[in-house]
């Protein structure tokens, strides 16, 4: 299997997936993305990815208890696939070869 494409967004919706493990749906995942980030983040953009994620195949989902403080309704729970994290590794890998390849001297900025 080759390296699997993962975009910004999907990689930090993958991987607020994980912290939040046995409590992640989409309304948490927004908060937790945003209070993480900094960034303003729509519920709707996170149900996209949650569903794009399990299309294909890095994410799987099941239905959670009927809570009666949704009215009876079930959360739709989220956790990390085998193909998923592969997916973070290799996003991780790729990362940290780059960033490890750019030179000290790029660094070093002079006032100006």
């Known amino acids: 299997m ?3 494409h993962l975009g910004e967004f999907e990689e930090l919706v993958l ?3 994980g912290v939040l493990y046995e409590d992640a ?3 948490a995942i927004t908060k937790e993305i945003s209070e993480q980030s900094g960034r303003s983040v729509n519920v709707s953009a996170v149900h996209k990815s949650l569903y794009r994620l399990e299309e294909k ?3 799987k989902s099941h239905l959670g208890e009927a809570e009666s403080k ?3 309704k079930r959360k739709r729970l989220f956790s990390i696939t085998p193909v998923g994290k592969k ?3 290799d ?3 790729l990362r940290m ?3 490890n390849q750019i030179p000290k001297m790029a660094f070093k900025w002079q006032a100006g």
């Open 2 to 4: 080759g390296r699997l």
């Open 15 to 17: 991987l607020t997936v």
């Open 25 to 27: 749906y989409a309304v």
């Open 57 to 59: 195949g890095m994410l």
């Open 70 to 72: 949704r009215g009876g």
């Open 87 to 89: 997916a973070l590794d």
């Open 91 to 93: 996003s991780m890998e």
């Open 97 to 99: 070869k780059l960033r």
